[in-house]
């Protein structure tokens, strides 16, 4: 079983991101191109946040999207954490156990552009946790002009956040997350693909290796790079971490054919073939991990 654990859709697509001919691929161009392609599964990240989105979506409508393609669509939810009362002390349990009965199996993407210790995220965490659903986020280098969660080099906030929350289980993505796995990681690169080979003891590695609670989502451009730039890193580091990386892709558009569609899935494919990785481990990556993880 194939599943994609990131991925965005809308019904309609609605207005081009600005400057450009793209807007969200719809429920069935997705399928259409994960039948190319071989991917059973996906989960669908609602965008929720204003910081991240070029339009917003409801959960609703991602449930609308779930039920109409059971057999291939999972719903996440989403909440800003300013939701409900704009006060670091409301209630977003509240909306969250509501989306968690309506069948969503997680929340985000949490693309909020405030920094990982800001009270009302740590909010968002504490309720998060206590509901009992894992939490996809984006790490962003800064505030404004940017989306995600705001972290400094070395990822020190959220380090802390795995402490505060023990039992909140952390789905990492995006660039300023995977380019922590090489130890030599700068404050010019951090936000990029950097290239070359892996340092040892990158911060990414290292918090997915050593916590029960941090997992690494592989979409995109940068969970791709973080595998493949340095090959014999990224065998001996699906080997290391088997139970912990989930496959993913983060089509945002129709366009994203010819890139993170692939990219992933043909190193993944290849590299079992070649024998790189074991059946087991590409397995586990491949879509066993999100089923015992969501629970499917
Ligand atoms: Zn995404």
């Not at 029960?212 to 979409?219: M, T």
Request: glycine share 8%; proline share 6%.
């Amino acid at each position: 079983m194939v599943i994609d654990i990131h991925v965005h859709t809308r019904h309609m697509p609605g207005p081009n991101r600005p400057g450009t001919d793209q807007t969200y691929a719809t429920p069935e161009q997705l399928i259409e191109m994960y039948d190319e392609v071989g991917i059973d599964r996906a989960v669908i990240l609602p965008g929720v946040n204003p910081e991240c989105s070029h339009h917003i979506q409801s959960v609703q409508d991602v449930l609308q999207i779930c039920e109409m393609h059971p057999d291939r669509f999972i719903p996440f939810c989403n909440v800003h954490p300013r939701q409900v009362k704009n006060t670091p002390d409301a209630d977003l349990g509240h909306l969250l156990r509501w989306f968690k009965d309506a069948g969503c199996r997680g929340i985000g993407e949490v693309t909020a552009n405030m920094p990982f210790d800001d009270p009302y995220v740590e909010n968002l965490f504490h309720h998060v946790e206590e509901v009992g659903l894992p939490l996809t986020f984006h790490v962003a280098t800064q505030e404004g002009g940017a989306y995600g969660l705001v972290d400094d080099l070395n990822l020190p906030r959220f380090e802390r956040a795995v402490q505060k929350f023990p039992d909140l289980v952390f789905l990492c993505h995006s660039q300023a997350f995977w380019s922590e796995i090489s130890a030599d990681v700068t404050e010019e690169n951090r936000a990029g693909y950097p290239e070359g080979p892996v340092v040892e003891g990158g911060t990414a590695a290292e918090l997915i290796l050593n916590n029960d609670n941090v997992y690494g989502d592989l979409s995109a451009g940068s969970g791709f790079n973080a595998v493949s730039r340095d090959p014999e890193f990224g065998w001996w580091f699906l080997e290391e971490a088997q139970d912990k990386l989930l496959f993913g892709t983060d089509v945002c558009a129709p366009k994203n054919r010819s890139d993170v569609l692939i990219n992933l899935k043909n190193f993944l494919d290849e590299s079992l073939s070649d024998g790189k990785i074991t059946q087991q481990v590409y397995d586990k990556v491949i879509g066993g991990n999100a089923v015992r993880l969501l629970g499917l």
